[in-house]
Structures are given as structure tokens and as C-alpha cells.
């Protein structure tokens, strides 16, 4: 993959993680999807997807439930996403709920 077609990717995959996150902080209204947090945005090994991996901060929300929730929504998120990154087509999107937050298993400091 050259360079540049690689700085493309990271740039979508930027703009992808900065949109959800802004749609699903405000333009949800689903107390429980409001409650997720984007940890990143890659591409999907040898596909045309991107993979979302979301975090979820409390342990007692089943991620099936909230796989089925963004599942139901998956056409108005690819509807901000293509307003927003300005491209010929909007990728596909993946989603992944992983419990917790990025960098909950790492100690704080003293």
C-alpha cells in the first residue's frame, strides 16, 4: 500500500472517529448509546469496512444489546458519516463493543 493511499485511510478513519463521536455524545437519543465511547477507527483487514471499536463504560449493559441498538441505526450513521467526510461513497461500518475504557487496565501514576 503506498503512502499515500495509507494517509488517505488514517484520514478517513479520523474524520469517521470524530463524527460518531460527535452524533452519538448529542444527536442519539438513546441514553444507552449515549453512554459509548469511540476508541478507534480502522480499517477493516482486506475489506471495504471500516471497523468501529466502541467502549462501554459500564459492565452491567449487555453488548448485544448495544450491537442491536446501532444495528437499527446503521443507515442514519452512514447518512452523518457521508455529509460529513465528503466523499463519492460512505464505507461500510463494523461495529465492536468492548467493556470498559481504553486505558482502565493501566495504573495511575502516583
Same mark, same amino acid.
Given at each position: 500500500m503506498?503512502s499515500?493511499v #495509507?494517509?488517505k485511510?488514517?484520514?478517513?478513519?479520523?474524520? /469517521?472517529?470524530? #463524527?460518531?463521536?460527535? /452524533?452519538?455524545?448529542?444527536? %442519539?437519543?438513546d441514553?444507552?448509546?449515549?453512554?459509548?465511547? /469511540?476508541?478507534g477507527?480502522?480499517?477493516? +483487514?482486506?475489506g471495504?469496512?471500516? /471497523?468501529?471499536?466502541?467502549?462501554? +463504560?459500564?459492565a452491567? %449493559?449487555?453488548?448485544?444489546?448495544?450491537l442491536? #441498538?446501532l444495528?437499527a441505526l446503521?443507515?442514519?450513521f452512514?447518512?452523518e %458519516?457521508?455529509?460529513? %467526510?465528503?466523499r463519492? #461513497?460512505?464505507?461500510?461500518?463494523?461495529?465492536?463493543?468492548?467493556?470498559g475504557?481504553p486505558?482502565?487496565d493501566?495504573?495511575?501514576e502516583?
Open positions: 503506498s499515500q #495509507r494517509r485511510q488514517d484520514q478517513l478513519c479520523r474524520q /469517521v472517529e470524530e #463524527r460518531l463521536g460527535l /452524533v452519538l455524545a448529542g444527536d %442519539i437519543d441514553p444507552l448509546l449515549q453512554e459509548l465511547y /469511540v476508541a477507527v480502522e480499517p477493516e +483487514p482486506g471495504v469496512n471500516l /471497523v468501529v471499536r466502541l467502549a462501554l +463504560p459500564r452491567d %449493559i449487555s453488548a448485544v444489546a448495544v442491536q #441498538r444495528a446503521r443507515t442514519f452512514r447518512a %458519516i457521508a455529509a460529513a %467526510i465528503h463519492k #461513497r460512505a464505507p461500510g461500518l463494523l461495529f465492536r463493543v468492548e467493556h475504557l486505558g482502565d493501566q495504573e495511575d502516583p
